[in-house]
């Protein structure tokens, strides 16, 4: 005889059983996203222009020639040289530039001739689901950070904050560059070593908080980076690695800056900060005595508790290093160094 009990834990038991001929429930796979193209000799670079215009023959020339001693082949907007203020022409019209950039399948990646500002005002003209579709490098610092995180919050392109094509380009960022765009490596990326002891360094690295972390690389130029607080066009900085830097900004203002992301809820969400360089960031009032950006940075990152580091070579100098936005990283704050964990090109 069965019991009462034993015969509704059957009955139970066998309601959860697939019916006859029915297939038993099968777990997602999630397909991997493509990874845009490498870059090789021969390929054809999207030079672009989100902000500011390239000022005239000349200067473009010597874009061109940077872009060619990659061996690549340059293919123009056709708004490089328009002028609209400050601006490289209306905004719909940079906007088409660069969607049909994306669009065209002759060119393999592509990169912004200059920053200044205006890459923001395209955002809303941009065809997100077409860049998605059509996975590329995107290149640029400085006003490019809107593009960068416009890029991460809508699909699922990484990009290079690195330097733009009117940029020096010495030999430090010329093989930074390669590394990731060309070779398709997963470098570590760290000042170099002081090269006469005997003087001070000229890249210290100082650590606001040690250990390790590791997260989705996200973030670039501060300024820009706040003007997106509270737009559509900033993805979530949950779990996050933050790298800010910032050039031509009174000490208050990156004070200004990190308050904004601090009450934003931005900073408290993040799992690693790195800071780079803030190139001439000093009041120019003679005799100023407030606080400094160090001091700024030590009251703002060093309390949050994650790893954080200052001093890396990115931003607004000559010897800029390459960073993969969008990318899965790794930092020691103690050390100074940004571990990429996975190429970000097939």
């Given at each position: 005889?069965?019991?009462?009990?034993?015969?509704?834990?059957?009955?139970?038991?066998?309601?959860?059983?697939?019916?006859?001929?029915?297939a038993?429930?099968?777990?997602?796979?999630?397909?991997?996203?493509?990874k845009?193209?490498?870059?090789?000799?021969?390929?054809?670079?999207?030079?672009?222009?989100?902000?500011?215009?390239?000022?005239?023959?000349?200067?473009?020339?010597?874009?061109?020639?940077?872009?060619?001693?990659?061996?690549?082949?340059?293919?123009?907007?056709?708004?490089?040289?328009?002028?609209?203020?400050?601006?490289?022409?209306?905004?719909?019209?940079?906007?088409?530039?660069?969607?049909?950039?994306?669009?065209d399948?002759?060119?393999?990646?592509?990169m912004?001739v200059?920053?200044g500002?205006?890459?923001?005002?395209?955002l809303?003209?941009?065809?997100?689901?077409?860049?998605?579709?059509?996975?590329?490098?995107?290149?640029?610092?400085?006003?490019?950070?809107?593009?960068?995180?416009?890029?991460?919050?809508?699909?699922?392109?990484?990009?290079?904050?690195?330097?733009n094509?009117?940029?020096?380009?010495g030999?430090?960022?010329?093989?930074?560059?390669?590394?990731?765009?060309?070779?398709?490596?997963?470098?570590?990326?760290?000042?170099?070593?002081?090269?006469?002891?005997?003087?001070?360094d000229?890249?210290?690295?100082?650590?606001?908080?040690?250990?390790?972390?590791?997260?989705?690389?996200?973030?670039?130029?501060?300024?820009?980076?706040?003007?997106?607080?509270?737009?559509?066009?900033?993805?979530?900085?949950?779990g996050?690695?933050?790298?800010?830097?910032?050039?031509?900004?009174?000490?208050?203002?990156?004070?200004?800056?990190?308050?904004?992301?601090?009450?934003?809820?931005?900073?408290r969400?993040?799992?690693?900060?790195?800071?780079?360089?803030?190139?001439?960031?000093?009041?120019?009032?003679?005799?100023?005595?407030?606080?400094?950006?160090?001091?700024?940075?030590?009251?703002?990152?060093?309390?949050?508790?994650?790893?954080?580091?200052?001093?890396?070579?990115?931003?607004h100098?000559?010897?800029?290093?390459?960073?993969?936005?969008?990318?899965?990283?790794?930092?020691?704050?103690?050390?100074?160094?940004?571990?990429?964990?996975?190429?970000?090109?097939?």
């Amino acid at each position: 005889m069965i019991d009462r009990r034993t015969l509704m834990l059957s009955l139970a038991a066998a309601a959860a059983l697939p019916a006859m001929g029915e297939a038993r429930p099968r777990r997602r796979r999630t397909r991997a996203r493509p990874k845009p193209a490498r870059l090789r000799e021969g390929d054809v670079l999207g030079l672009v222009a989100p902000a500011g215009y390239v000022a005239d023959r000349a200067a473009l020339d010597r874009i061109l020639g940077t872009v060619r001693s990659f061996g690549l082949v340059p293919r123009l907007a056709p708004n490089l040289l328009d002028r609209a203020g400050y601006l490289a022409g209306p905004d719909r019209e940079r906007a088409a530039a660069i969607n049909a950039m994306f669009a065209d399948t002759e060119v393999r990646a592509i990169m912004a001739v200059h920053g200044g500002w205006g890459s923001q005002r395209v955002l809303p003209y941009l065809d997100f689901p077409l860049i998605d579709a059509h996975p590329k490098l995107l290149i640029g610092s400085s006003d490019i950070t809107a593009l960068h995180l416009a890029l991460a919050a809508r699909t699922h392109c990484p990009s290079i904050h690195g330097p733009n094509a009117a940029h020096s380009w010495g030999a430090g960022p010329r093989a930074s560059f390669r590394a990731l765009a060309f070779d398709g490596l997963a470098p570590t990326v760290a000042n170099p070593p002081n090269p006469d002891p005997s003087q001070p360094d000229p890249w210290p690295i100082r650590t606001l908080h040690p250990g390790k972390a590791r997260g989705r690389l996200l973030g670039g130029n501060l300024s820009v980076l706040s003007a997106l607080v509270g737009t559509p066009w900033l993805p979530s900085f949950a779990g996050a690695i933050l790298f800010l830097e910032d050039t031509n900004e009174a000490e208050y203002r990156i004070d200004r800056m990190l308050t904004q992301l601090a009450q934003a809820g931005i900073l408290r969400r993040v799992a690693g900060i790195v800071f780079g360089q803030c190139t001439n960031c000093r009041n120019p009032v003679p005799g100023y005595s407030g606080y400094t950006v160090d001091q700024v940075l030590d009251q703002h990152l060093a309390p949050l508790g994650v790893p954080a580091f200052q001093g890396a070579q990115i931003g607004h100098i000559a010897a800029q290093v390459s960073l993969p936005v969008g990318a899965m990283v790794e930092i020691d704050a103690t050390a100074g160094s940004i571990r990429v964990l996975a190429p970000v090109v097939a």
